[in-house]
């Protein structure tokens, strides 16, 4: 069983972050939108700020990573802090040897004196565990299929600085809605944040978001649609959230080539969306964006990763420090 996840209540400060769940109040995301904005002008002078510099955070990553890895460093380093960046955990580490994550998380802040761990692992369940047996915070950096909750927010911060607002929105989520992390976090935020949100899922049938998602959105009284056709549904879209099909969690080279090619968003379909609308992808790509729409004014899934630095900092400075 899962540790009972540690609710934030309006306060980060000493807090593991491993769910969307923790959140309870849309207050909490203004609070972190808030550092944000303030960190972002800290980037902006081009100069080291010392809030943490008398801190430590350490990355371990058990999985391939860009931008999260990336942004958590650059995050790091902008506001002073110590970085212990260690990826590639699963091919050079103790894990090899057959060594526990518990052990493994243990022996970083031992060896580190590290005040705060960011994780991303492959189990879905590998941040709950972490910090049960962390000595210091955890952050769950994208854990298994379940969840990527900091990936939720630095996208919700992306959608209310381009429209201005984070509810009242419909919000197509289109690609691998089985496996992806990204979805099930950013849909449980859009529906905490926004009563009027509509979600339309657009998937392959084999590929559809987990039943259990649904029902739990559908209880906080959003309402979802489902669908497999892009054509029709693009629209009505306020956000295209488009992701790439999960290569790594099929069984078979011909299972993965069946459906990776389903979606494909490129001019001519960009031509049916909203003049308004914005294009998301928490990238990688692989085809499902055709470089074509790149230039596109509503193409926002470049911009998007800055906000990883800003939200990443504001959570640090969060937990490590508090509100003040
Ligand atoms: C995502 C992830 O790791 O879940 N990437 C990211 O962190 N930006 C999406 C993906 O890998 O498809």
Redesign the pocket.
């Known amino acids: 069983m899962p540790a009972k996840l540690n609710k934030f209540n309006g306060k980060f400060k000493g807090k593991d972050f491993i769910s969307i769940k923790q959140f309870t109040i849309k207050k909490e995301l203004d609070l972190i939108f808030f550092e944000a904005d303030k960190m972002k002008k800290i980037v902006a002078k081009r100069k080291t700020n010392g809030l943490l510099k008398n801190y430590c955070i350490a990355e371990l990553f058990y999985?391939p990573?860009t931008?999260?890895f990336a942004s958590f460093l650059g995050a790091t380093e902008w506001l002073g802090a110590k970085a212990i960046p260690i990826h590639g955990m699963s091919a050079y580490s103790s894990a090899v040897k057959g060594e526990s994550l518990s052990d493994s998380v243990r022996s970083i802040y031992q060896t580190t004196a590290a005040d705060l761990i960011i994780l991303r692992h492959p189990d879905d369940n590998s941040s709950e565990i972490a910090a049960k047996n962390s000595y210091v915070p955890i952050i769950n950096a994208?854990s298994g299929k379940k969840e990527?909750p900091t990936?939720a927010v630095l996208d919700l911060y992306t959608i209310k600085n381009e429209l201005n607002k984070m509810d009242d929105l419909t919000i197509g989520m289109v690609g691998d809605l089985k496996n992806?992390?990204?979805i099930k976090s950013l849909s449980l935020l859009l529906s905490l944040v926004g009563k009027k949100n509509k979600l339309l899922f657009v998937s392959p049938d084999s590929l559809r978001a987990p039943l259990s998602l649904i029902n739990r959105l559908r209880k906080r009284k959003i309402s979802v649609y489902e669908t497999d056709d892009l054509n029709k549904a693009i629209s009505k879209m306020d956000v295209l959230y488009m992701?790439?099909v999960?290569k790594e969690w099929f069984s078979s080279k011909e299972k993965y080539e069946k459906v990776a090619n389903n979606f494909i968003l490129d001019a001519k379909l960009m031509k049916k969306a909203k003049k308004k609308m914005i294009v998301m992808h928490?990238?990688?790509r692989v085809n499902e964006i055709s470089t074509g729409v790149d230039q596109d004014p509503r193409s926002t899934y470049f911009q998007q990763m800055r906000s990883g630095l800003y939200t990443r900092m504001a959570l640090f400075k969060l937990i490590l420090l508090g509100s003040k």
Do not use: D
């Open positions: 999985q990573s931008r999260t994208g990527h990936q992806g992390r990204t992701t790439r999960q928490p990238l990688p």
